[in-house]
């Protein structure tokens, strides 16, 4: 069938057919159409969309990301067949019955991811399959190295090249930048490329956006890194793995991270920017991705175990998730925390300390340190300003300010002081609660907003004390943010009185109730 093309500009893949013209092709929505370009015979298969209202019949609506490839120009003529569905479809249905999946397999699904042949919704009954029924360790070899082979790999001529990552889940851990500018400060090479949030309230990517642009090319990456010492990247933007972004996307409204899925991703990064060594942080706490110590001895064997497969030295750091790391959660408030840090503060002290472990045992994998030494150095690293240096030449190196200093990072012009009711202890803090409350203020999109903690479990408080401000870039996402606060409750504040329980009903003195009868 031959249709006359519009071009709609809507940022995805997709094409829209009228629904008598859908009727007449015999496909629904959903379905797939393989169409020419008559001009210069190149074809694409797109997932259709239909419409009774939006396109006249004769017409066929292309989406800017189909164009980019196809390249037809409005009101020419293309022509449209019906294509076959994609075949990864019935290895993602194989996985929903609980099967193995082959290397093959999975490979044509991620290749499928890759090339956009499967629809945004077909990619999430993926993950939501892997997710309910769990990927063993050689399906998750399988996803590693299909991850990998379908994109873009850096190769450095010169080694060991160092690299870290956390599995995430824990608020305010905005390691990476500390643990990058040390690593770079001691001569090695790391070619950090961070997803952004998954289930938190930004993610490495987000928080480096504040300071430097985080989109470059694998190419590019490498000359920076080489010039640098380090990077801190989006990989999403890089085409290093590139199936991984489009696979987190979708992880991102559920705040889920399958296990399976979530090692395949850190150690496909891992590998194809050609790291020698890697330290991966795995938070443990009771509202984390990994709830207690024997679980995450478990991941951390499947993290090294996949490692060893690729040829990579791993060692995994458990970390106490309990509680946020640092004070601040979201971009820039995070940022400010981590510069501050490198200019010379000496608090949070649970951020110097964790940052220094990590660092420590990259330094003592790459041979910078003997075993047991290298948090000393990395802590001598950031003590000395070198850390802060290297810091600075990243930033610039990305296209950022590198004058820019923690006092002038901007936040969110809306805020908002939450205030102790009572006299007591903080005796918890929830997770969880305290990214939805995040998340609600505008973080990750909006670079401002976030909570700035100021009493952590174990703070003694006075009524009206301070507990954590809230910030936001938008009023109404202030206000929003307030009420899911004062739902949520994210900060447990108790005495020795943990609660008293009201008497609602009308009260009268005995004497009256019993007609004057005592
Ligand atoms: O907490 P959530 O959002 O699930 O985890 C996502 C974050 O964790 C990792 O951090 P890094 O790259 O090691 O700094 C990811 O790259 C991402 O930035
Ligand atoms: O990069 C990351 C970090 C955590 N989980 C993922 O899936 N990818």
Not at 111 to 128: K, M, Q, R, W, Y
Not at 161 to 173: F, T
Not at 435 to 445: E, K, L, S, Y
Request: proline fraction near 4%; glycine fraction near 10%.
């Amino acid at each position: 069938m031959k249709l006359a093309v519009r071009l709609v500009d809507i940022a995805a893949r997709g094409v829209l057919l009228h629904q008598q013209d859908a009727k007449t092709l015999g496909v629904f929505p959903g379905d797939r159409v393989v169409i020419t370009n008559l001009s210069t015979g190149f074809s694409i298969a797109d997932y259709v969309e239909t419409t009774s209202t939006l396109i006249k019949q004769g017409k066929l609506g292309i989406y800017h990301q189909s164009n980019e490839q196809l390249q037809v120009k409005d009101g020419e003529s293309v022509e449209v067949r019906v294509s076959d569905r994609p075949v990864s479809l019935d290895y993602i249905r194989k996985k929903m019955e609980g099967e193995r999946l082959s290397r093959e397999e999975i490979k044509m699904i991620v290749t499928d991811i890759v090339h956009d042949n499967l629809s945004p919704s077909e990619i999430t009954a993926f993950v939501i399959c892997s997710y309910i029924n769990n990927l063993d360790i050689d399906e998750i070899e399988s996803l590693t190295r299909s991850m990998v082979e379908t994109g873009d790999r850096l190769e450095f001529h010169t080694g060991p090249i160092v690299d870290k990552h956390s599995i995430g889940g824990v608020p305010g851990n905005k390691i990476t930048f500390l643990v990058v500018p040390i690593i770079a400060a001691a001569g090695l090479l790391i070619p950090k490329t961070s997803s952004r949030a998954i289930t938190g309230a930004g993610g490495s990517a987000d928080l480096m956006e504040v300071l430097a642009p985080v989109e470059f090319s694998a190419a590019e990456v490498q000359q920076m890194t080489q010039k640098a010492g380090g990077v801190i990247v989006w990989g999403g933007a890089t085409n290093i793995a590139p199936a991984d972004d489009k696979i987190i996307i979708q992880e991102y409204p559920f705040k889920i991270d399958q296990i399976g899925q979530m090692i395949a991703s850190v150690m496909a990064k891992k590998f194809a920017v050609g790291a020698d060594v890697v330290a991966i942080d795995i938070p443990v706490g009771k509202n984390c991705k990994v709830h207690s110590i024997p679980e995450g001895r478990k991941l951390a064997q499947s993290f090294i175990e996949i490692g060893d497969r690729l040829g990579m030295r791993v060692e995994c750091a458990l970390t106490y998730g309990d509680a946020p790391v640092g004070r601040a959660i979201g971009p820039a408030l995070e940022v400010k925390e981590a510069l501050a840090i490198l200019e010379g503060s000496e608090s949070p002290n649970s951020l110097i300390e964790k940052s220094t472990e990590i660092a420590g045992i990259a330094l003592e994998l790459a041979g910078k340190a003997n075993r047991g030494e290298g948090s000393a150095l990395a802590l001598d690293l950031l003590k000395s300003g070198k850390a802060l240096k290297k810091m600075k030449d990243i930033i610039a190196i990305q296209g950022g300010n590198p004058e820019i200093t923690s006092d002038l990072v901007k936040l969110g012009e809306f805020f908002h002081i939450v205030k102790a009711e009572r006299d007591g202890y903080v005796v918890d803090l929830n997770n969880k609660s305290l990214i939805t409350i995040a998340r609600v203020a505008g973080a990750p999109n909006d670079h401002g907003a976030g909570l700035y903690i100021h009493a952590k479990p174990g703070t003694r408080l006075k009524r009206g004390d301070p507990i954590f401000t809230l910030y936001a870039e938008r009023k109404w996402r202030l206000e929003k943010a307030l009420e899911t606060a004062r739902t949520l409750r994210p900060v447990i504040v108790e005495g020795m009185l943990m609660d008293r329980v009201p008497n609602q009903r009308e009260w009268l003195p005995s004497k009256q109730r019993n007609n004057g009868v005592e």
